[in-house]
Every structure is written in C-alpha cells, then in structure tokens.
C-alpha cells in the first residue's frame, strides 16, 4: 500500500472508529435518557429531546474527529505527511482520543439536562399533591 493510499485509509478507518464511539455511547444511555424523556408531562419536549440526543452524540464525535489538524504548528507539507506513517498514526490516535474527550463532556451536558428534567418532574409532582402529604 503506498503513502497516500495509506493515508486515506487510516483517515476514514479512524472515522469510522469515532462514530463507532458515537454509537456506542448512545446506544448505552439510549434506554436510561428514553425512560426520563418519557416521565416529562410535556410531551413534545420529550420528543425533542429524543430526537436530539443521538445527533448531538454523532455531530459533537464527528466534528472532534475533524478537529484534529494535519499539518500541525509546524506547517508540514502534504509529501511529508503522506510519507511518515507513525505521524498519520499518532494523528489518528489523537482524533480518536479527541473524540472520546467529546464525547465525555456530551455525557456531561446531557446529564445537566437530565438533572433539570428531573428536578422539574419532582416539582411537577409536588404541586399535584396536596401540603401536609410527605
């Protein structure tokens, strides 16, 4: 396999192995995030925040993924890149390591929206019960 060859395939295997990640992550907090969508009394609000978790995971794993420069602070040339293997490697290991960094500080928003899904179901709950009732 020659250098640019080489190149090409390492830039979408590792593109493939980030959104691999994406999917993993989701598919892990999918059951969780649905069952606390679901408790939400306002429905279209759940539906949207359905709707806009696997995107956010895929888009935020993806855009980490293409983040990642090439060329680097030294303004290496394509010739150069393409020539040294355990460059493009340690390029790959970075944008995966950058995607799992992403991904990571998702899990951390999601979470705070989760936290504020949750403190509205208990206030919602609260106000149907009657005072005196603990």
Known sequence: MGNDEFLIVSYFSGGAACLCLALAAYAWLRRPAARIF??????????????????????????????????????????????????ILSINQKQISETASSLVVAVFVWAVVVLFNLVSIRRERAKERPRGED
């Not at 306002?42 to 060329?71: C, D, E, Q, T």
């Open 38 to 87: 679901g408790a939400l009394q306002k429905p279209g609000w759940a539906s949207i925040l359905k709707r806009s978790f696997p995107i956010s995971a895929i888009l935020l794993a993806l855009s980490a993924f293409m983040a990642v420069n090439y060329y680097g602070c030294t303004g290496r040339g394509y010739k150069e890149i393409a020539s040294d293997r355990a460059y």
